[in-house]
């Protein structure tokens, strides 16, 4: 694979906690052979910067796939093309991986084991989302640079197996290290080093890729887990130890949630999924109201000038898109920093508890770039996410664990994580009320459940809280077939198993110049490994 000096900087929050400039992260892969502890300093924080910049291809086309939102028309009816993917991809390889394997290097090297186990952790996470997302991917030789710029592909089995046992190094390598920080505050984005954090999140993508292989080798993932749980391991288990990024506020330099700056000006990229819009508004979920803003508060489809103003675009639809740039719904304040809408909503049902009027003073607007404050978030792996992921080994594995308790802690992990970022943010805060009463009416319809039904309740939940995040989503529908999707108006292939490969890859790497069209068709109809 051909290094290339091309980078995707994305200037974030962590740009401004390091106090470095562009020229410095050059200089630092530019001269690998003198490392100093002050450049791993610099070097990791740039690692986890371009973690989450390198995702927005990826996040934003799986989000469409699983119909949270509209990135590509294309997309939306299934249809992928090289380049789709390119720019995460390349600049996982180019960028965030080579970076990785430096800190480790360089770190194994200096005995600094504080951010080689961080840069260990990141690496496992990094690849297994390449494995979930491309299935067979360049492992054992993608970084050996000039020595190999044309690697082969190795089995996503196999790379799942090397990253649990990286994950194990990781957490021995940082229990090396008795003080309570692994690296300085400044040199860790995502937990400013704190080192129980960094070993809850190990823990907890274990269990999440455990949860992943199930279908494959039950009877190991129900051992795992169980393992993961009764023996006390430490795990995500309340929000403030979520390993989620935070985007800044900034315009110049722009270090703003990506979907904030693709939709807060007059030429919008994306289009709110009505379907979407539509299981929420159904749901009498307060979420809408934070996940959606309305620009215009009468606005339907097909020109309705009389509807509720949540207007998007159907899943599949192909037909060219009208003038609508001031009437189409726009992300909200959760998780791009938009705006939160406290406009009325036309015809809400009279039985409706939680997505009502009460207190809806707002009036619904044309969005701009000064709107909100674009300091989004990504998650990655939540409270939330660890909670519906217990409930599911539960309902599948009998592994033990109280699936009806993760499932209520997940939900109520969701809505408190979406309240009281909208309370920094300049929206309204949930009522205590309102959580607990929401919660109990889905535990109503969960008793009332069978396991089937259950489950289905569990992942549509999972399914809502992982908004912002849809790589998870889309891991999630092709391991489970939930929650049901709306079928496509004009589909133009099979929902996609796999993504495309980069088109630059294609081109670039010899060893896929042979056969590269027919490897592009067969990712569109292969599951991954775990995918049965």
Known sequence: MKLRNKRYILLLTGILLVSSSCKKFVDINADPNNPTTAQ????????????????????????????????????????????????????????????????????????????VAIAKFEKAYLYSLMVDMWGDIPYLSAEKGQANASPGLD??????????????????????ITAVSLVPTTSDVFYTGTKSSWISMANSLKLKLYNQIRLVDPARSATAIKGLISGGAPLINSNSLDFTFKFGSNQNPNN?????????????????????????????DPRLRYFIFRQNATAGLNNSTNSNGYYGRNPGDGTAAPADQSRRSVFGIYPAGGLYD??????????NLYLTNTGATGAAKVVAVTDGTGAGIMPLITNAMVKFIRAEAALTLATGDDARQ???????????????????????????????????????????????????????????????????????????????????????????????????????????????????????????????
Not at 342 to 350: E, G, K, S, V
Not at 421 to 427: L, R
Request: cysteine-free; glycine content about 8%.
């Open 342 to 351: 406290n406009t009325p909503i036309n015809n809400l049902p009279l039985t």
């Open 155 to 176: 089995k996503g089995a196999d790379i799942y197996e090397k990253l649990l046992v990286l994950i194990d190094e990781g957490i021995a390598d940082a229990n090396k």
């Open 256 to 284: 703003r949630h990506p979907w904030h700056r693709a939709d807060y000006q007059a030429g919008k990229t994306f289009y709110a999924s009505q379907s979407w819009m539509d299981l929420l508004f159904n749901g009498d």
């Open 406 to 532: 993760n499932f209520s802690d997940g939900v109520t992990a969701n809505l408190n994580s979406v309240s009281s970022y909208a309370a920094t943010n300049g929206g309204a805060t949930l009522s205590g009320s309102a959580i607990t009463g929401f919660v109990n009416r889905l535990l109503e319809q969960y008793d009332a459940a069978d396991n089937s039904g259950k489950l289905n309740l569990v992942m549509t939940q999972k399914y809502i809280a992982d908004y912002g995040n849809g790589m998870e989503g889309y891991n999630d529908y092709r391991r489970t077939g939930l929650p049901v999707l709306r079928p496509l108006l004009s589909p133009l292939n099979v929902f996609p198993l796999r993504l495309y490969y980069s088109q630059t890859e294609l081109s670039a790497n010899t060893f896929f110049s042979a056969n590269g069209s027919q490897l592009q068709v067969a990712q569109q109809i292969t599951p991954v490994f775990w995918d049965k």
């Open 40 to 115: 791993l300093a610099l070097l990791l924080p740039s690692t986890q910067i371009s973690l989450v910049g390198n995702m927005y291809q990826l996040n934003s086309g799986t989000s469409t796939f699983v119909q949270q939102t509209v990135f590509s028309t294309g997309q939306s009816r299934f249809q992928q093309q090289g380049t789709d993917f390119s720019n995460s991809w390349d600049g996982f390889y180019s960028q965030t991986l080579n970076d990785l394997e430096l800190v480790i290097g360089n770190g194994t090297t200096q005995q600094q084991w504080g951010y």
